[in-house]
């Protein structure tokens, strides 16, 4: 009995003298990891020490180019900026410029989100893109921009039937700062589109879609780009024959029950990039233009015709343009060298697998 005693307080001293070891080597780890942390936390990342106006600058080149309008959330939304860091948080709410375009989309909560980001962009203009087709409450979708209708200086609508009437609303009264103007209807619009010089006096540059032209009265003489999309050209004569002051002009054009050619031609004195795209029923639609002041031309080859260097050759002629830029689209490549050699004093002919189709408002960063 003695002897286990004995043995027992012999085991009891082991452990305690190994329990003090151990505690001696976790007593030195906790040191170290002291030290560690403070190491750590002297530090400051590189990025973190930019003055706020950079690190801004930086943030706002993370985004689409405005007027793009980035998504409500994931990596190209400003919100996901806001959750870096504290510094990044502090700094995106403090830069307008990151929340003053928007698309319209998605349900009640994200709407409320919307309505927070017109809120932060101050007093900046603002670009706007609502697409009907993805909204699940279209009362709460207008109400959420409504307010800030005078700030738009973009706006692409995209609507259906029903909500025609409402979303229209956003065009009513005075525009003062709207620049360009985007429309397209799933169906025919049931209401008339009216938007006068005096409301609008900064818009230049529209884009129509079918089924729009007919409803749409704009101040078409103070356009400088025009964009129509998806109707036939007798059905864009009257608008064409308006916009005197064009620079650029990008025709989508639909088959006509019988070729058409616009007499007399439609004259645009100062457009400098014309772009006609089609199919085969419209063929020499081009002879429906005149030019003089041209520079860029893309071209379907199935409007030029059965002999389309000849008759790209005429209407060359007979406007008294003088072409830099040239773009055939579906040439067979037997008609290329054609085309060189018709056109040797042209600085370049563009490949359309490249050639953008961005309306030049689109592609400035502002």
Not at 93 to 112: F, I
Not at 143 to 162: D, F, K
Request: glycine letters at 2%; hydrophobic letters at 45%.
């Amino acid at each position: 009995m003695l002897s286990t005693l004995a043995a027992e307080r012999a085991l009891l001293a082991r452990l305690e003298h190994k329990i003090l070891s151990l505690n001696h080597s976790l007593n030195l780890l906790l040191e170290e990891k002291l030290a560690v942390q403070k190491r750590l936390d002297a530090y400051v990342y590189p990025v973190l020490t930019l003055p706020n106006e950079l690190t801004a600058e930086i943030l706002l080149h993370t985004l689409p180019p405005y007027p793009f309008c980035p998504p409500l959330a994931g990596p190209k939304s400003p919100l996901v900026l806001t959750q870096v860091c504290r510094l990044w948080r502090e700094i995106a709410l403090a830069t307008p410029k990151l929340w003053r375009a928007m698309a319209l989309s998605g349900s009640l909560p994200v709407l409320n989100l919307n309505n927070l980001r017109l809120d932060r962009a101050g007093r900046f203009p603002l670009s706007i893109y609502v697409n009907e087709r993805f909204l699940l409450d279209e009362e709460a979708a207008l109400e959420s921009v409504l307010p800030y209708r005078v700030r738009c200086e973009y706006l692409q609508l995209r609507l259906g039937y029903e909500s025609a009437f409402e979303f229209l609303s956003l065009l009513d009264g005075e525009l003062p700062l709207l620049r360009h103007l985007d429309l397209e209807f799933d169906d025919e619009c049931p209401y008339n589109v009216e938007l006068a010089a005096s409301a609008a006096p900064l818009l230049c540059s529209v884009v129509l879609h079918d089924l729009v032209f007919d409803f749409v009265v704009l101040p078409w003489i103070q356009l400088t780009t025009l964009w129509l999309h998806g109707a036939p050209l007798e059905r864009c004569v009257d608008i064409l024959r308006q916009v005197t002051s064009l620079t650029d002009c990008c025709l989508k054009l639909v088959v006509e029950e019988e070729a058409y050619i616009a007499e007399p031609p439609i004259t645009l004195p100062h457009l400098k990039s014309l772009t006609l795209l089609g199919d085969i029923g419209m063929m020499e639609c081009i002879e429906s233009f005149m030019v003089p002041a041209l520079s860029t031309l893309d071209v379907s080859e199935k409007l030029l015709g059965t002999d389309p260097v000849d008759t790209l050759v005429y209407f060359v002629s007979e406007s008294g343009c003088k072409l830099q830029s040239l773009c055939i689209r579906d040439s067979e490549p037997v008609s290329d060298e054609s085309y060189d050699a018709a056109f040797p004093d042209i600085v370049s002919f563009i490949d359309e697998d490249v050639k953008s189709h961005t309306l030049p408002f689109w592609r400035r960063r502002q």
